[in-house]
């Protein structure tokens, strides 16, 4: 049997046994299929059922998570930790709490995962949980009684040693905060590294906030380099207003770029003289309202509902708020419109379909997996401080960050090079992640 034939063997075995969870399907097609060179070379992963086993989740939760709103009525949410891979460490990787959440949501999230916490270099495995609960319009109350509702089962699957989860979509160190202190209470233990994204006051690390926003842009402007171009006066648009879209917006504002629209999931606003990042922060961070309030503050920008935000001209593209945010015909916008590069904030936020026209057209992908992975290393970074009970300064972590981010370019530029790839990014990340994997794997026997 060829080895071609084997990948797609394995994919449709794992569409046969995840029905209907068509996100897991889509990123682990795109994973497999770039794997074709490397298991070429290597037949032993093959006869170890590497493959098999790499798209097989270790364990599988799922839960209820009861709780009472503020008029008093019961409401119940579902609950899932999905525990993907621990060939390198414990499993790693953040909770969602969005209304979309489904086991398939979190399997193509946990599967991902695997490989990026892998190419971070660090001791990490891959997980990842969540809720369908929705944290929009709830109140302050009602958040703190659903997050100690859920941390009533998840306490007895997670640990330092075990796995350990941390922030993602409507997960903030707010809920970090009432998760962890459910965790204490439960367990009678002051287990710092059990949950990253803490807050500063609990033993949380300075930086972790801003760390996937920047480190996205780290990647950025290592990609850029690599191609003879850079981040100065170039003119982005960056989709979401959440933590990672705030610090992108942050960071590439500092190297000299223009950040001219940003949206929601109810409309985008563009302001053709940069967007004011103070503004959004008052209006995301603090107040916690809609990004239309920002023409509020700046009557000359726009605000649009019902248009995609990927139609406005800009020469890079940072999509940080979901998955398939560009899909096909957005791509052809920005192709049409000029842009160079995209960088991917948010997991898996390109379609396969709009990846390859990227790549066809010449324009410079920097994919999720290596891109936005400043945000679980420096989840590492807090844990390696919880263990030795010290904290490091904003400025150490921040260039902790910068080396880690410059180190992946690096290696994901060289493996696509060496697999004839060049500057396909995409199945750089994906080899290079996998062969970590693989070859911890590999040492362990068949377990
Ligand atoms: P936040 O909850 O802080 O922000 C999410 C943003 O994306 C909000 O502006 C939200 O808009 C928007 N958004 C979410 N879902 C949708 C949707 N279905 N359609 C349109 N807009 C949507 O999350 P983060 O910033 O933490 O996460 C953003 C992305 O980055 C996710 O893909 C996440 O997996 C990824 N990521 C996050 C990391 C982290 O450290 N936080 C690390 C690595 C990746 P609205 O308020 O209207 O819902
Ligand atoms: O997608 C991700 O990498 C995250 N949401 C962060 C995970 C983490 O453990 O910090």
Redesign the pocket.
Known sequence: MSNIRKIEDIIEIVKKRNPGEIEFHQAVEEVLFSLRPVIKQHPEYIKSGILERIVEPERQIIFSVPWVDDAGNVQVNRGFRVQFNSAIGPYKG?L?F?P?VYLGIIKF?GFEQIF?NALTGLPIGGGKGGSDFNP?GKSNEEIMRFCQSFMLELYRHIGQFVDIP???????SREIGYLYGQYKRIRNSFEAGVLT?KGLPISGSLA?TQ???YGLIYFVREMLKANNYNLKDKTVII????????YACEKIQEYGAKVVA?????GFIYDKTGINLATIKKI?ENERK??SEYIKYHPCAEYQEGKSIWSIKCDLALP????N?IDIKDAKHLIDNGCIAIGE?????TTNEAIKIFHKNNILVAP?KAA?????A??ALEMAQNSMRLSWSFEEVNRKLDDIMTRIFKDVNEVSKKYNLPSNYVAGANISGFLRVAEAMMTQGIV
């Open positions: 953040g969602r969005h979309s999230l990026k929009k941390a922030g993602d979509i409507g997960v903030g994204g972790r760390a996937t926003g989709s979401g207003s959440g933590n990672v879209a705030i940003m949206n929601d999931s109810n995301k809609r990004i940080c708020a979901t998955q945010d904030g948010a997991n898996m936020p999720s936005n992975a400043g945000g679980v420096t989840s």
